[in-house]
Nanobody
Framework: QLQASGGGLVQAGGSLRLSCAVS????????GGWFRQAPGKEREFVAA????????YYSDSVKGRFTISRDNAKNTVNLQMNSLKPEDTAVYYC???????????????????WGQGTQVTVSS
């Protein structure tokens, strides 16, 4: 149900935009999110958005540099990544789920739907 695109190779300080096509939204309390996983590390939360209210949530490591948004017309969840750092290098996954309670926003197990990963590599 989710199709991610937009990864690539960029130099430190550069920008990339990821997009995730959502084929079906199951409720008004639908959340879209992005997680990432670097080699040898756990998959970690990056950002999430409440589709209906457009409320956004970010990890401390990306706050102020990344912006999550949703496009109702295209049914996509987007992640604009600016001021990229080498430590942002990872496989990025889009995720989605319905009726996620706020305390679970950053918990990957709260998301029922996952897209395939897209590689983001930031060179120093």
């Amino acid at each position: 149900q989710l199709q991610a695109s937009g990864g690539g190779l960029v130099q430190a300080g550069g920008s990339l935009r990821l997009s995730c096509a959502v084929s079906k939204r199951t409720s008004s309390r639908f959340f879209g999110g992005w997680f990432r996983q670097a080699p040898g590390k756990e998959r970690e939360f990056v950002a999430a958005i409440n589709w209906g209210a457009s409320t956004t949530y970010y990890s401390d490591s990306v706050k102020g540099r990344f912006t999550i948004s949703r496009d109702n017309a295209k049914n996509t969840v987007n992640l604009q990544m600016n001021s990229l750092k080498p430590e942002d290098t990872a496989v990025y996954y889009c995720a989605a789920g319905a009726s996620i309670i706020l305390s679970n926003i950053r918990n990957r197990h709260a998301y029922a739907y996952w897209g395939q990963g897209t590689q983001v590599t930031v060179s120093s």
